[in-house]
Antibody
Framework: QLQLQESGPGLVKPSETLSLTCTVS??????????WGWIRQPPGKGLEWIGS???????YYTPSLKSRVTISVDTSKNQFSLSLRSVTAADTAVYYC??????????????WGQGSLVTVAS | SYVLTQPPSLSVAPGQTATIICGGT??????VHWYQQKPGQAPVLVVF???DRPSGIPERFSGSNSANTATLTISRVEAGDEADYYCQVWDSNSDHQGVFGTGTTVTVL
């Protein structure tokens, strides 16, 4: 059974970089047809798509975060990572990693990590 | 970017039917997916591609999609169905992004 697990610091200072890693087990991150994504949820609010990537390195970011986000992959470790630069309090959220299934034009999130709360504060 | 709108809340009695709507311009031309999120937990996919269910999801959960409205229907509602529900589409015309609805909190009376 596929499992995803986020890891990283729970507290980040304003203006610094938020870094999270998602470790995939029970399946290969190089599986054909699957993308891998990051989603966040501020406390008490809804879900926000951050971006996604394919194992070959192709990445896609939501326009509002594009200037500050990088998603990368390490196939040897079966992991992918999120980097969010110049954070502010507005970036405080639970960050989820997930597998993106479906087809080229119809995609959904079929497996999620448990989430990692990241607080931006000095 | 594409916008999906959901009513903030919905109350339903046990055994009754909950109907959760998701509005978007010409959403009927897209494929809609639905997630259930219970407090303190990660979302779970309950319906994909308008009306398909992942394995393990009860038949009580069903979906439909037409014109400007997609619908998630929960039949014979149980206390355990109390949760937040989000719709989602894939916007392949806009940097290959997923778009979520605003979310609906379902309360079982």
């Amino acid at each position: 059974q596929l499992q995803l697990q986020e890891s990283g610091p729970g507290l980040v200072k304003p203006s610094e970089t938020l870094s999270l890693t998602c470790t995939v087990s029970g399946g290969s991150i190089s599986s054909s047809g699957y993308y891998w994504g990051w989603i966040r949820q501020p406390p008490g609010k809804g879900l926000e798509w951050i971006g996604s990537m394919y194992y070959n390195g192709n990445t896609y970011y939501t326009p509002s975060l594009k200037s500050r986000v990088t998603i990368s992959v390490d196939t040897s470790k079966n992991q992918f990572s999120l980097s969010l630069r110049s954070v502010t309090a507005a970036d405080t959220a639970v960050y989820y990693c997930a597998r993106v299934g479906g087809t080229a034009t119809i995609r959904w999130l079929d497996s999620w990590g448990q989430g990692s709360l990241v607080t931006v504060a000095s | 970017s594409y916008v999906l709108t959901q009513p903030p809340s919905l109350s339903v009695a046990p055994g009754q039917t909950a109907t959760i709507i998701c509005g978007g311009t010409n959403i009927g031309s897209k494929s809609v997916h639905w997630y259930q999120q219970k407090p303190g937990q990660a979302p779970v996919l309950v319906v994909f591609d308008d009306n398909d269910r992942p394995s393990g999801i009860p038949e009580r959960f069903s979906g439909s999609n037409s014109a400007n409205t997609a619908t998630l229907t929960i039949s014979r509602v149980e206390a355990g169905d109390e949760a937040d529900y989000y719709c989602q589409v894939w916007d392949s015309n806009s940097d290959h992004q997923g778009v979520f609805g605003t979310g609906t909190t379902v309360t079982v009376l």
